[in-house]
């Protein structure tokens, strides 16, 4: 849906992170090297270089680690320091392959529905106190399991006449 906009992507320097920057590229994404486990800064940096360069990064805000559907600091660490508002989204397929590993990640079976949905938009205030930013990384938090709900709860509605679109 996003191919071709320039939108940089964390990937890690592993073997997996090679095999999954790889993939980023085939789908027209770029990825930009490092994780929170291992070159946070790296990732960090390279990601403010992106979207100073006028692009979009989008980050799989539960790391590489987990907890699975918990929003790590570096989304609001990078919109405090950047001023760039953040927008918490999630992809719903309609009964698809779940992966045994910690965050149950999916490959959707040909074929089958998805949901995109994307929370409004909120900026984090630039260069903020430490309770500005757990106020901000609470309503990422929110944000992200409003869009997760409700894409998990509708998935299986896409294409009826009546779907509605909402402001969630």
Known sequence: MFRDQKIGVISSHSFDGEFTGRIISKFKYVPIKGSSSKGAIRA???SRRHLEQGNTVAFTSDGPRGPAHIAKPGPVLLGSK???????????AEKPWRLRSWDRAMIPKPFSRALLCMSKQFTVPVDNS?????????ELQAAQERVRNF???NVGRVGEPEFPVQKI
């Open 44 to 46: 960090f940096l390279g």
């Open 82 to 92: 950047t001023g760039l508002p953040l927008v918490a989204f999630h992809i719903a």
């Open 130 to 138: 430490a309770v500005e930013m757990e106020r901000c990384q609470a």
């Open 151 to 153: 894409a998990e709860q």
